[in-house]
């Protein structure tokens, strides 16, 4: 874990560096979900790491990134994604986010396309929150603040994970960890957290703007951000590929790491195909 400063707030990152006899590998960095950090996507990274720089951050408020007094907002934490990428000079880079991760990644695509070689969105959303939701969240966030998740894992577990994922063995223990590794997170970051995705704006209006590779990928049981919200992203993001993951919820890149790997990899080495076929040739 390293500590890169933009604009004098400190954001933890994960780094692999480039792998052995791949100098000019491309870099892939993810954007975690809400109440997460950048661990969420370890299967991924353990596999891909072989041919290209892996990258995490965690957000303001959550996993290793301390909390700061403001800047919760998805624009706000754009900018951060934005600042990280600028300060590893990794750019153009792979985009991968997941729920308020790809809150970020559709801001930062459509913002600063010159930072992307592609997009892939996983359980995420173009549109604000639903105003149904709003309250409860609300109330989650209060108790997380006050008392910590243990008194509440379970009810936030059920919008985090799928049923069938829950029920099972590994499951069990991956929501284990989720709630062990909220206990030492500083419960006022994680409140403010909270806040910054149920307050933010829709940004249907800016994916047509969105002219790198684009992937979506949803869990089939995703509650929080249901499949209705993927296809509304492939309708507006040109030439976008639309995959939907079966007995998976929302947090697909733990609770089907195999299939999120495999679609991640297979995009991945397509991009960069016709990135280099489509590059001049140079004498």
Do not use: N
Not at 61 to 86: E, H, K, S, W
Not at 161 to 185: C, H, I, N, Q
């Amino acid at each position: 874990m390293s500590i890169i400063d933009v604009g004098g707030v400190p954001i933890a990152c994960t780094d692999t560096g480039t792998p052995a006899g791949r100098p000019d590998a491309a870099t892939v960095v993810f954007g975690h979900g809400l109440l997460f950090g950048g661990w969420m996507f370890r299967a991924q990274l353990e596999f891909l790491q072989r041919d290209y720089r892996c990258v995490t951050l965690d957000w303001r408020g959550q996993g290793d990134t301390p909390p700061t007094a403001g800047g919760y907002d998805m624009d706000t934490l754009t900018a951060d994604a934005a600042g990280v990428i600028r300060a590893l000079d990794a750019g153009p880079v792979h985009w991968v986010g997941l729920s308020m991760g790809g809150f970020v990644g559709q801001r930062l695509a459509a913002r600063h396309g010159d930072l992307l070689r592609s997009l892939t969105l996983l359980d995420t959303s173009a549109q604000a929150e639903d105003p149904t939701k709003i309250d409860e969240y609300h109330r989650l966030a209060w108790a997380l603040r006050w008392f910590g998740i243990r008194p509440i894992a379970g009810q936030v577990a059920t919008h985090l994970f799928g049923p069938s994922f829950r029920a099972s063995d590994a499951g069990k223990a991956v929501v284990r960890e989720w709630s062990r590794r909220l206990t030492v997170v500083d419960r006022v970051g994680l409140r403010d957290a909270v806040h910054g995705v149920t307050e933010r704006g829709a940004v249907d209006d800016e994916l047509p703007a969105i002219t790198v590779p684009t992937q979506i990928i949803v869990g089939a049981d995703d509650a929080a951000t249901p499949l209705p919200h993927a296809r509304h992203i492939a309708s507006l993001i040109p030439h976008a590929q639309l995959h939907t993951i079966p007995a998976c919820g929302h947090s697909s890149s733990l609770e089907q790491p195999q299939a999120v790997t495999e679609l991640l990899h297979s995009f991945l080495v397509s991009v960069e195909s016709s990135t280099s076929t489509t590059e001049p040739r140079t004498s």
